[in-house]
């Protein structure tokens, strides 16, 4: 067994790519929360995680598209760069971590 693939086992079980994007969305959420409630320069963590939740949500509702996945993870890898304001380099690298995630998990089956 590969070693990826018992990070995904919850009592010897498998977790299915669905319940491991409700985790995420679920953490993302309350990340989203927590940071909102702070305010101030914790508002960069709610802009990098808020992005997140609409990713998580439909791979959570299995209706994850990998090639599309792979091909907005490209597009954004692109665009990152060190011109950007904090807050669309926070939405940014944000949208490439949860591409990144969910193409790793899905390809790990």
Do not use: C
Not at 86 to 95: C, K, L, N, S, T
């Amino acid at each position: 067994m590969k070693l990826i693939n018992l990070l995904f086992e919850s009592k010897g079980k498998t977790e299915t790519f669905e319940s491991f994007a409700d985790t995420r969305e679920a953490g993302a959420e309350k990340i989203v929360d927590n940071a909102k409630k702070k305010g101030g320069l914790a508002l960069l963590t709610w802009h990098h995680f808020k992005v997140k939740l609409p990713y998580y949500k439909k791979a959570a509702a299995g209706k994850f598209d990998l090639d599309a996945a792979k091909k907005e993870f490209d597009a954004t890898y692109k665009k990152i760069s060190t011109s950007m304001t904090q807050i669309e380099f926070q939405r940014e690298v944000g949208r490439l971590e949860v591409l990144g995630e969910l193409i790793i998990r899905e390809q790990t089956k």
